[in-house]
Structures are given as structure tokens and as C-alpha cells.
């Protein structure tokens, strides 16, 4: 054997042990990691069945509800973040809410984990950890949720990570925090566990590379991604994230360092999104309508259909409600050539010449009021009901309450409303 083959032989024997070395090094650091003594957080790291690392898509075996739709995946994102629909890479700055992002935010903001730190995720369904996640929301919930069993889990936790773009001091800065989502299948859940808050903001983005402080501290928080519904932590974006591993919910029972927030319905805030009562399409701010095209022969009539349908005749007392309430008239009386008026929920039935809307609200004398010529002198004990009158170029007009007819008047539809609702479960 010549001594060069000799010399290559050992280079690569060496090379091998090396590799081999590096190898094991990494699973004994992985090993060896000791997961926190936290009594808001769930088991994870070594002695479970956890990934190690951001994930790609992972399938789930059951279908996550988040904002009122349903995932068959999700990805765990370096970046603090669970993800549905796609992986996050980045990070946004901009307050929630905001277009795509469908994510539910731990502490979202530039981290990495090259040189320290760990990512560790699992779907479970053990029964110590369903038993342990339908007690803690039946716990914090129990007036809405105290039947409630978990069949599902998914445990995400970002132990000991650091800043990405740290230098100096900033590279011995560590954040350890967790996600717990829970579902039955129906309603759905997610713990928000924190443990240890040492920076705000990555270097790389614009934080401060030593300190780990910065002028757009991390979200925390849900964004379904269309610009309108989302839930913020009341210390997202704030130097008053470093207290999230001392914080507690004010309005739900549980340890320290948790948030609890329903991730199933959409969410405008804090507070359920509304959807509109079956059969009321329409929507006017907070009011579902109903319009009735087909005329009752009078007021009293409306309201009582109003009031069997669980609802109130509509008050038409806005320029933008009359400008609605007539286009949708003038269109419809034009399509099928029927003549319509519409009465507005204003009479004077009680005291003559004192005008009160049907909700019990006092007629503002010097508010929008726009009367037809001749209204006030057509307004007699006999008379007492607005309306819209299209024979009056829309205008306010004043008629019998209980008909029939007169010149120039009806028939009348009517509006009737309703209050928008939080949406239910769709299961």
C-alpha cells in the first residue's frame, strides 16, 4: 500500500469520526434539554413523542375550526407562529388585523434556533393530556363550556430560542413559550403558556441586536387573514410583554402566564364576529332586516308580525337607512310595477304633535327629519303614523295607524329587525 493511499485512508477515517461525533453531539444536546417547571405547560421535549424543529405541513388526523372554517393541517413556524393554509417565513409588523397570515401568534417576530433553542411539536390524543386540556376549559369556561371534552390536541413549544440577528449580550437572551390547541371536534381552543420573555424584537428586523428591545415589539394574538377578524393579547406589541410569564386573565380561572382564547368563532377584537338570524339577510350595522314587501293594511298590523317573529318593527331614522330603504323600494316597485310606501316606526299616537320612535326614543325635533310639504298640516288625532310616501319624492308623510288608505298614501311594507348574533358552532 503506498503511503498517499495510506494518508487518504486515515483523512477519511477521521472525517467519519468527526461526523459521527458532531451526530451524537446533537442528540445529547437534544437529550438533554430540561423541559420547564411551569405548571401552565404541557409535557414536551424528550420523554414524548415531540418533533424537533419548524415543521412543513403536518396532517392532522382530526379537522382544526379556526375563525369559522376547518384545517386538515398546520405548520409550526420558526417565527412563533402556527399557521394554517400555508407556512409563515416571515413576520408582519403591522397590527392584526391583516390580509393573509392565518395564524395564531405566540410570540410572533424574528427568532432562530441555529445556535440555540428548540422547536418541539406533536399531535397527541393521550389521555392524561385530553383529561388535563377538558378540565383547564371546562376551569376557565365553566359557564359555557362545562360539558365540554377534549378529543384532540396539539402541543407547539419554543424552548429556550433565541433572537435572530443578536450580537453581544443579545446572544445569551432566551424566550420559552408554548400552544396548546384543543378541540371536541366542534368548539376549539387555544392555551397561549408562557415561561420566560427575555427579548421583544429580533435584531434583524429592527430590534436592538444586544438588548433584544425595539420600537415593534412581537405580536401575540390570532389573525384569520382577511383584514377584518383577529384577537390581540392586551400586552401584544408592548414593552409589557416581558410580564406575559406573570400574567393572569382577568376574566378566566387559571395559572400564570396563560391565555385562554375560543379559536372556532370569528373574532373582531375580542368579541365574537355577528351573523345575522336566519331569514334576516339584510344587515344595518348591528340590525338584521327583514323587509315585508307584501302591505299590511296597518301599523299596528307590522308590528305584531314584527313582534311573532321575535323582532321589532325597523326605525328608519338615518339619512343612509332611507337612502338604502328607498333604493331597495324604488327597485322593486319598478321591476314589478307595485307601489309601495314603507312605514318608518315613528307616531305621535300617545301625544298629539310629539313625535317618539317605536323603540321608545324621542323624536329629535332638529335632527334628520325630512318632511314632505304639507305633512305637519295633514298631521291630525286621525293621522299618527310616518311613513316613507314615494308620491312625495320620498319623503316623510303622515297617515292613518290602522288605514284604510287615504289619497296619496300605501300601501305600506314594513322592516323588521333584529339583533345580530355571535355565530354558533356549525356542528
Known amino acids: 500500500m503506498s503511503q498517499g493511499t495510506s494518508v487518504q ?14 451526530l451524537a453531539s446533537l442528540v445529547m444536546t437534544s437529550a438533554q434539554i430540561t423541559p420547564v417547571n411551569n405548571t401552565a405547560f404541557y409535557p414536551y421535549g424528550p420523554g414524548t ?12 388526523s382530526v379537522s382544526f375550526p379556526f375563525f369559522g372554517n376547518t384545517y386538515n393541517s398546520l405548520y409550526v413556524n420558526t417565527n412563533g407562529a402556527i399557521s394554517f393554509g400555508g407556512a409563515v417565513t416571515g413576520f408582519t409588523s403591522a397590527a392584526f388585523p391583516v390580509t393573509d397570515n392565518k395564524v395564531i401568534a405566540a410570540f410572533f417576530t424574528d427568532i432562530q434556533t441555529d445556535l440555540t433553542g428548540h422547536i418541539y411539536h406533536r399531535e397527541t390524543v393521550d389521555a392524561d393530556v385530553l383529561a388535563r386540556a377538558t378540565m383547564d376549559v371546562r376551569t376557565a369556561f365553566p359557564a359555557d363550556n362545562g360539558g365540554f371534552v377534549a378529543t384532540w390536541t396539539y402541543i407547539a413549544t419554543w424552548h429556550e430560542v433565541g433572537m435572530k440577528g443578536a450580537t453581544g449580550d ?51 394574538g390570532m389573525n384569520e387573514g382577511d383584514g377584518t377578524h383577529y384577537t390581540i393579547h392586551p400586552y401584544s406589541r408592548t414593552t409589557n410583554l416581558y410580564n406575559l410569564p406573570t400574567w393572569t ?6 395559572p400564570a402566564g396563560r391565555w ?12 365574537p364576529a355577528l351573523v345575522c338570524p336566519s331569514s334576516y339577510s339584510q344587515r344595518r350595522g348591528e340590525k338584521c332586516l327583514k323587509c315585508f314587501k307584501k302591505p299590511t293594511k296597518s301599523y299596528t298590523g307590522a308590528k305584531l308580525t314584527c313582534a311573532a317573529e321575535g323582532a321589532e318593527l325597523f326605525n328608519i331614522r338615518s339619512k343612509a337607512d332611507t337612502e338604502w ?29 310629539t313625535f317618539v320612535w317605536e323603540d321608545g326614543t324621542p323624536f329629535n325635533v332638529t335632527g334628520y327629519a325630512p318632511w314632505a310639504e304639507g305633512a305637519h298640516e295633514h298631521n291630525n288625532e286621525f293621522r299618527n303614523c310616518v311613513f316613507i310616501n314615494k308620491r312625495k319624492n320620498w319623503l316623510w308623510y303622515v297617515q292613518k295607524c290602522r288605514g ?23 356542528c
Open 170 to 220: 443579545g446572544l445569551n437572551l432566551r424566550n420559552t413559550f408554548q400552544l396548546v390547541l384543543v378541540t371536541d371536534g366542534c368548539k376549539s381552543f387555544v392555551l397561549f403558556n408562557y415561561d420566560q420573555i427575555q427579548f421583544l424584537q429580533g435584531g434583524s428586523s429592527g430590534g436592538d441586536r444586544t438588548t433584544g428591545a425595539g420600537p415593534k415589539p412581537a405580536q401575540v
Open 325 to 353: 330603504i328607498v333604493g331597495m323600494l324604488a327597485d322593486f316597485n319598478s321591476r314589478t310595477g307595485k307601489k309601495r310606501d314603507v312605514w318608518i316606526g315613528l307616531t305621535d299616537e300617545d301625544t298629539e304633535g
Open 404 to 426: 284604510p288608505w287615504e289619497l296619496y298614501a300605501g300601501p305600506n311594507s314594513y322592516i323588521c329587525a333584529k339583533n345580530a348574533v355571535p355565530a354558533a358552532p356549525d
Open 9 to 22: 485512508r486515515l483523512d477519511k477515517m477521521r472525517q467519519l469520526t468527526l461526523t459521527v461525533c458532531l
Open 249 to 254: 386573565d382577568p376574566a378566566v380561572t387559571g
Open 260 to 271: 385562554y382564547r375560543r379559536t372556532d368563532q370569528a373574532l373582531i377584537g375580542n368579541t
Open 49 to 60: 413523542a415531540d418533533n424537533d424543529g419548524a415543521s412543513g405541513q403536518q396532517s392532522l
